[in-house]
């Protein structure tokens, strides 16, 4: 089985933290980055074990999309990056991206401002009322983070690689959307494989139910990090 690469993280997109925990024992030290979301983070304790996963060594990726004013922002932050957490997601609006940007100052915490979700298609930003495209609005959210000089941008491989040529290679660019050859695209619309993401510039991937959902998660887990080894990591 392939070492774990922090390249990959995978998605705890569970209810309990029972289960969270016996997946986390069954990917042992074939993962090494792990996101939570909201499922787990409200549901299941995920706040709690988040903590405990970096306590045993882990990273830890909090994937809530703060929205909401600068103050809120801040004071949610702050409590984020006193965690020892490595990623935390905000909606790339300019006020948020920057109020986040200042809470997160001194710590290890990088800022991910969420650009448009990877379920989202041209047809539904229409429906939103935005006037733009999705590679449009991506283009620019991600110009506004890197004025914001926050740690990166979350958005699908598919504007990966627009996105690396605005931002330049000190940014993460953290893709979702993410399933290997053959895999079921659940309710994603904008999808890469693991390999194709990387060279179109992504750094981080996130895998969830292929990796969570598979009959040997450390199995999956290690074919997964396999391929991405083909794609060497850009240099520091």
Same mark, same amino acid.
């Given at each position: 089985?392939?070492?774990?690469?922090?390249?990959?993280?995978?998605a705890l997109d569970?209810?309990?933290?029972?289960?969270?925990? !016996?997946?986390?024992?069954?990917?042992?030290?074939?993962?090494?980055?792990?996101?939570? +979301?909201?499922?787990?983070?409200?549901?299941?304790?995920?706040?709690?074990?988040? !903590?405990?996963?970096?306590?045993?060594?882990?990273?830890?990726?909090?994937?809530?999309?703060?929205?909401?004013? &600068?103050? #809120?922002? &801040?004071?949610?932050?702050?409590?984020?990056?006193?965690?020892?957490?490595?990623?935390? $997601?905000?909606?790339?609006?300019?006020?948020?991206?920057?109020?986040?940007?200042?809470a997160a100052a001194?710590?290890?915490?990088?800022?991910?401002?969420? $650009?448009?979700?990877?379920?989202?298609?041209?047809?539904?930003?229409?429906?939103?009322?935005?006037?733009?495209?999705?590679?449009?609005?991506?283009?620019?959210?991600?110009?506004?983070?890197?004025?914001?000089?926050?740690? +990166?941008?979350?958005?699908?491989?598919?504007?990966?690689?627009?996105?690396?040529?605005?931002?330049?290679?000190?940014?993460?660019?953290? $893709?979702?959307?993410?399933?290997?050859?053959?895999?079921?695209?659940?309710?994603?619309?904008?999808?890469? $494989?693991?390999? &194709?993401?990387?060279?179109?510039?992504?750094?981080?991937?996130?895998?969830?139910?292929?990796? #969570?959902?598979?009959?040997?998660?450390?199995?999956?887990?290690g074919a997964i990090?396999?391929?991405?080894?083909?794609?060497?990591?850009?240099?520091?």
């Open positions: 089985m392939a070492n774990a690469d922090d390249r990959l993280i995978v569970l209810s309990a933290r029972a289960e969270a925990e !016996k997946l986390v024992e069954k990917l042992g030290d074939s993962v090494s980055f792990y996101k939570i +979301g909201y499922q787990f983070f409200f549901g299941g304790d995920g706040f709690a074990f988040g !903590k405990e996963l970096i306590a045993a060594g882990k990273k830890v990726f909090f994937d809530l999309k703060l929205f909401d004013i &600068e103050n #809120t922002v &801040e004071k949610g932050v702050e409590a984020f990056a006193k965690s020892g957490a490595s990623f935390l $997601t905000v909606h790339a609006y300019p006020k948020v991206i920057g109020a986040a940007a200042r001194g710590s290890q915490l990088k800022i991910l401002g969420v $650009t448009v979700l990877t379920s989202y298609d041209n047809d539904d930003m229409m429906y939103a009322g935005y006037d733009r495209d999705v590679e449009s609005l991506v283009g620019l959210r991600a110009h506004q983070a890197k004025l914001a000089n926050i740690g +990166g941008i979350v958005c699908s491989p598919h504007e990966a690689a627009m996105a690396r040529t605005l931002i330049g290679d000190e940014l993460a660019i953290v $893709t979702p959307g993410i399933r290997p050859a053959g895999a079921k695209t659940n309710d994603q619309k904008r999808i890469m $494989t693991p390999s &194709e993401a990387l060279e179109n510039g992504a750094s981080h991937i996130v895998v969830g139910r292929p990796i #969570t959902a598979a009959d040997s998660p450390a199995q999956e887990a990090v396999a391929e991405m080894a083909k794609v060497a990591p850009d240099a520091d």
